[in-house]
């Protein structure tokens, strides 16, 4: 029996090396990694799939035109955890062959992981991370393409004002992303003379909100505000509705993708969610990528941040092409970078966020989410 | 609102109830927290899943709700009832001699096991639990409560006076009961505890199954890990009514529920899962015995 053992072993190892040494055989040329760290696994995988599917695209393109540099990507899991997000982030920086990150997806987890990057000046482009805390650490390596809360919780607080409507529930999950949307809407609406009828805070991973509902239900409200992503969104739609609650729920990015309303069924209908950007497929430049992405990934449907991964990696991979792999050098090469790419065009300011600000508003009709006038 | 609160929490008592008689009819006749137990409720959660989603396409079965429904139960109370006994037998009878440390090391084991298996198998998302028949809300003055809600009270409730009937009055259950009290003495007694603990186990396991399904049913998603704070919350519920006891349990699990949604409603929701830790830390201090508990006598 130990026999066996050791020779299955021993032949696994020496397998193990023969791929290795045909792994570099292939490659000629300089290998030069790309690092997208998201979660992979976990409540809000179908988002970080989505982003790994962008990312793909955009390496396997540069792979398609460039014969001097290979480029591939390091596709790392965070399960949207603070910690994983820093073990991920110093495997990143212990390989040499990185020259930039795309990431991370949560503001909760780009923010520490942003602090490891820094130390050993790589550079980091957030496609997702929306908490404005994130460029204000004075970290000169730290770049997002997407915009911030503040201004996606004032564009949702001042939509919903106008329509109306002057008492607010708000729900968020105590995380930088969900919480700080959460109050920079509050905060909004409060200036506009509304009326937030209450603040308060839920767990990740609870499935169980009907206490909290019942509550608010009493305090009738117009709408419910949450903070947070679709997982415990979606049931929280779900939930006020069975009790009687029928007011929309109005969310923001983290909301708007086609799993919220998998998870909230029909009583997702009216419910809203505030997108940054433009619809993608409004963007002229954007076609390509939406052909791209459905023959390469048949069975999945497109996720919001997807053309913003797809982006994000590019520049990175622009700025190797054009400058080589010395860090430093990129990171000055992508703060002045105007690249116009499927989002449109990107400039980052001198704190690193995109001067691309622009927010739409979707409402789901028809159990699909559409633009809302 | 507060009627409408306790009737939230009665609900979720339920389910909290159905999983801490498997934890405490363990405890009573093994003395150790089987933390596997969580992962069996997962499994009935995922096993009542499959088994409605293929009803839905056998064509004999489509239009029969209660024929479904009833065969979801059975077979997935069945199936976690076979896994609760399969592991039983590979995880903690080969170690039924051993220090009291080493079974319970075991049960974490298998819980990582069955966790990280599940992940693998379903994939790490969570998904939508079919909607098995629509939820009417009836309304009573101010008080709403749907048809889910007096569904899950029902069977929960129903499942305990069986089980209550089947320990008191049934000749297995007067086993149970004694191989409860000391496995060895009844051993002597002519009672083949191994099969009793096995029979044990299969009891435990299926009403976690069904607790399972009854939270796909009344959540809509279920996920490889859910089973973990619920099995926190059942093991609270059993400290809390004096583990080892049965109407403990499920006094436990009542009185947990309700006090949990009590506490989200009149203090903060964000410290939901706090109240149950905070009860469980009381218990331990005040009556470590718990409500209905007695002294266990040390064995020397």
Same mark, same amino acid.
């Given at each position: ?20 040494? /045909? ?76 020259? =930039? ?29 929306? @908490? ?8 000169? @390596? ?107 729920? /109005? ?96 400039? *980052? ?25 | ?11 979720? =008592? ?34 009542? *899943? ?65 966790? @990280? ?184």
């Amino acid at each position: 029996m130990r026999k066996i053992l050791c020779f299955v072993l021993i032949s696994l190892v020496c397998v193990s090396f023969v791929s290795c040494g /045909v792994k570099k055989d292939v490659k000629e040329g300089k290998v030069v990694k790309v690092a997208l760290v998201c979660p992979l696994t976990g409540d809000i995988a179908a988002m970080g799939q989505g982003m790994k599917n962008g990312a793909t695209l955009a390496i396997e393109e540069a792979n398609q035109t460039l014969k001097e540099i290979k480029f591939e990507l390091l596709a790392l899991d965070d399960r949207a955890d603070p910690k994983e997000a820093v073990n991920a982030a110093n495997q990143i920086v212990s390989d040499k062959d990185v020259c =930039g990150v795309v990431g991370h997806l949560n503001s909760g987890c780009s923010i520490p992981a942003s602090a490891v990057y820094n130390r050993h000046n790589l550079v980091m482009v957030s496609p997702a991370s929306t @908490n404005p805390k994130l460029t204000q650490q004075g970290f000169t @390596n730290v770049f997002r393409t997407c915009t911030t809360d503040d201004v996606q919780g004032s564009f949702a607080a001042d939509f919903v004002y106008k329509k109306e409507i002057k008492g607010v529930a708000i729900i968020h999950d105590k995380t930088p992303y969900g919480q700080g949307l959460a109050e920079e809407f509050q905060k909004t609406f409060q200036n506009l003379r509304g009326k937030v009828l209450c603040f308060e805070g839920i767990s990740l991973g609870d499935r169980d909100f009907k206490a909290l509902l019942i509550k608010i239900k009493g305090l009738n409200p117009q709408i419910i505000y949450f903070g947070g992503m679709y997982q415990e969104g979606g049931l929280i739609s779900k939930q006020a509705k069975e009790l009687g609650l029928n007011v929309p729920l /109005v969310g923001g990015d983290g909301i708007y993708t086609g799993e919220y309303i998998k998870i909230a069924g029909k009583s997702s209908e009216g419910d809203m969610a505030t997108m940054i950007g433009s619809p993608p497929d409004k963007l002229p430049k954007a076609k390509d990528f939406i052909e791209k992405y459905k023959t390469k990934f048949p069975d999945m449907d497109m996720q919001p941040y997807d053309p913003y991964t797809y982006d994000t990696t590019n520049i990175i991979i622009e700025a190797v092409k054009n400058i080589g792999q010395d860090k430093g050098k990129i990171i000055d090469y992508i703060k002045n970078i105007k690249y116009d790419g499927i989002i449109g065009e990107t400039r *980052f300011d001198e704190k690193g966020d995109t001067l691309n600000k622009e927010i739409t508003c979707y409402s789901v009709k028809d159990g699909k989410w559409q633009i809302s006038e | 609102m507060i009627f409408q609160q306790l009737i939230n929490g009665i609900t979720l =008592g339920g389910i909290y109830a159905l999983i801490a008689l498997g934890y405490t009819m363990v405890y009573g006749v093994l003395l150790m927290i089987n933390f596997a137990h969580s992962e069996i409720f997962m499994a009935g959660a995922f096993f009542g *899943f499959f088994l409605l989603i293929s009803f839905s396409s056998i064509p004999f079965l489509q239009n029969n709700l209660f024929l479904q429904l009833l065969l979801a139960f059975l077979i997935s109370m069945s199936l976690t009832g076979i896994l609760g006994i399969i592991i039983e037998r590979f995880a903690y009878r080969p170690l039924r001699k051993a220090s009291r440390l080493t079974p319970l090391i075991s049960a974490i084991g298998v819980s990582i096991f069955l966790q @990280n298996l599940f992940m693998l198998v379903v994939s790490p998302q969570a998904k939508p639990f079919p909607e098995i028949f629509p939820v009417k809300n009836f309304q009573f003055g101010v008080l709403s409560v749907n048809s889910l809600q007096i569904f899950i009270i029902t069977i929960s409730i129903l499942l305990m006076v069986v089980l209550n009937y089947f320990i008191k009055q049934t000749k297995l259950g007067t086993a149970i009961r004694a191989t409860s009290s000391d496995v060895e003495t009844a051993a002597l007694m002519g009672i083949n505890t191994n099969s009793v603990i096995s029979l044990v186990f299969f009891i435990g396991a299926g009403l976690g199954g069904i607790a399972g399904i009854l939270v796909g049913m009344y959540y809509g998603s279920i996920k490889y890990n859910m089973g973990f704070i619920y099995g926190i919350k059942a093991f609270t519920a059993a400290v809390l009514g004096g583990i080892g006891n049965i109407p403990g349990a499920m006094i436990g699990g009542y009185l947990l529920g309700v006090l949990e949604s009590l506490g989200c409603a009149y203090i903060s929701s964000a410290y939901k899962d706090v109240f149950a830790f905070i009860i469980l830390i009381l218990v331990l201090i005040i009556k470590p015995t718990g409500i209905l508990g007695e002294r266990v006598q040390e064995k020397c």
